[in-house]
């Protein structure tokens, strides 16, 4: 336990930044799943709306430093990959 009123201080800001923290992890798994389900229905406009909206609470959660830059960088070339797939191919 924590004895210093700093380490006291420490511990009730890390607990506040661990909830925040998981809570954008959660939305951005969230929006995932969405993302996903619209791949999997085959909708290619939802699908890339979906995606936008993926990237831009990916962008967000790495300004503030919650998820490392090149881990959202990974995931966003991950999902845009799955994307890219659905598109029609030009002959």
Do not use: C, W
């Not at 229905?41 to 936008?52: I, M, R, T, V, W």
């Amino acid at each position: 336990m924590a004895h210093s009123l700093s380490a006291k201080k420490r511990v009730k800001q890390n607990a506040k930044r661990r909830t925040t923290n998981r809570g954008r992890k959660s939305q951005i798994k969230t929006q995932i799943k969405h993302f996903e389900t619209a791949l999997s229905n085959g909708d290619l406009d939802a699908a890339s709306e979906q995606y936008k909206l993926v990237v831009r609470k990916l962008d967000k959660t790495a300004a503030t430093s919650t998820m490392h830059k090149r881990t959202v960088a990974r995931k966003k070339s991950q999902l845009a990959k799955r994307l890219n797939a659905l598109k029609p191919k030009k002959a």
